[in-house]
């Protein structure tokens, strides 16, 4: 029979008054025996507009906590699960209307936590848990939008937490993780003024980390369940750039930025990303927004390497010198629907690609595209491959003009930068196309699209996902911010960043 004499049940409830209109508490039930002890922990800092419900029951073996708030302003609310066999922690920080739900069990080998996070404002939620040397990861971070967000972590035998998404805003990231002792897997999205996010996202970790899911912006597909499951069998990389446009309400109509995505896919073996990145553990929300916004080079808004995963440190670039990458074009059915002519197309493939080259005073790219009927789009296949294909609609109508995938090793490292092995670019069927200069949202000039895809293929990434999202002055220079009626000539921003990578 069990001794339940022996163990030790603490119940402290702390309410502290700091300032109106916020105060502060702490929540923590533990129980145990020395041998097998779990705790359910939470402080809080809330705005006196949030009502707060926490119901704590317990037997022998397990805590259980269901929690709901209702909250207005900021709150901040910390919640750990923890036993001898892992630990977890859960944070949210909110300014605006928030709703959580949250159910907790706690054992000393094994605990669940789910819930359910709803609001609109700025939020920030992420749930992690650590068992052994595994450790799994979600993050959603929203600024200025809406979110609907449901996060589950499990430990026990398997270690995992998932997060289904729902959200749009001004700026708004995601993140899942895992790590083991061999290896580490990290998928992240930026997504800039994109109004319709979803994202299923498990991570989990037992000896091997891996991760799976999707994301999707407008109904893009950025990452699927192929990919991630190809990446996690190896060491590679992907990163997945796209920006949306809705039609104008006619032709002479301006094309309507409607945001920009960038997802970025990650398997490395653990020493490369212990290397690498600064560490396993999360980041503060603060160092989370650093990142999530770039870097500024002099005066110019410029450098926002592609790959950027945590630090910068895991950027990619072609590492040799004089890459001399060879473009292909594929002629297939798609492509031939659109009556273009063969030579002017791969003319102003060319064309874009010297314009690179020019920058740099080195021989980036090949001197000819290749049309080809053989090779395959998104695909990786060692070949970077040009093409034609339908993208999109969502229910709003909103397409992207063209996207990257840019494939890259993890394997190999030069001066902290991955090595770029693959870049597929594709062009939306849905607008119609010419090499004649003319882009009208209805309408679109191969080189002008071409021009800003290749500097994703070079390394770089979209220049959207800026601090307090206006677009800088000096940003709207730059061929990787949304210019697709611009003259052809790299801005300051873009010669500053593909120097940084590349020298000049
Ligand atoms: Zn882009």
Known sequence: MENISRKIIVISILSILVTTPTFAMGISISLGDG?????????????TDTALKAKSTFDGHYIYQDRQLYGDDDNTLVHYVEGNGYNSKNVIESSGPLRVSTSSAAGSQ???????????????????????????????????????????????SLLSASQ????????????SSSLSSSNAMLINGFFYKVEDIKADLTAASQGKAWTMGEISAYGDN????????????????????SSYV????????????????????VNMDRDVFDST??????????????????????????WLPLGNIYDGTTACRWNQANPTIQLYLLTDANYYAEGLNTNSVCTAIQTA?????????????????????????????????????????NSNGVFSPGHSHTWYTTSSQKDGFFQIIESDVDYNTYYSWNTNGNSDG???????????????????????????????????????????????????????????MYGR
């Open 222 to 241: 950025c990452l699927d369940e192929d990919t991630l499951g190809s990446l996690g069998s190896k060491s590679m990389g992907l990163s997945f750039d």
């Open 164 to 175: 289904g998404t729902e959200m749009s805003g001004i700026s708004c990231y995601l993140e």
């Open 277 to 302: 990145t600064k560490t396993g553990q999360a980041q503060s929300s603060t160092e989370l927004e650093s990142q999530t916004y770039g870097g500024q080079v002099g005066n110019f808004w410029g």
């Open 353 to 393: 690609a010297n314009i690179w080259d020019a920058a740099t005073y080195q021989k980036l790219f090949a001197s000819t595209v290749i049309a080809s009927s053989s090779v395959s789009r998104d695909v990786q296949d060692w070949k970077s491959v040009h093409s034609w294909e339908y993208i999109g609609p």
């Open 35 to 47: 041998r097998d002890d779990m705790a359910i922990s939470d402080t809080y800092r809330l705005s």
């Open 110 to 156: 094994s605990a669940s936590i789910s819930q359910t996070v709803m609001g609109t404002g700025n939020i920030f939620a992420e749930l992690q848990g650590t068992q052994g040397s595994d450790f799994v990861d979600q993050k959603t971070n929203m600024i200025d939008g809406s979110l609907s967000l449901s996060q589950s972590l499990a430990a026990g």
């Open 442 to 500: 209805i309408n679109y000039d191969v080189e002008t699209i071409a021009v800003h895809e290749l500097g994703h293929t070079l390394g770089l990434a979209d220049l959207y996902n800026k601090k307090n999202a206006p677009l800088y002055k000096a940003q709207d220079q730059q061929i990787m911010n949304y210019q697709y009626n611009h003259p052809l000539w790299l801005g300051n921003g873009d010669r500053q960043a593909i120097w940084n």
């Open 246 to 265: 809705k039609d104008g309400e006619d032709a002479k109509t301006a094309p309507i930025f409607k945001g920009a995505v960038q997802t970025n896919a």
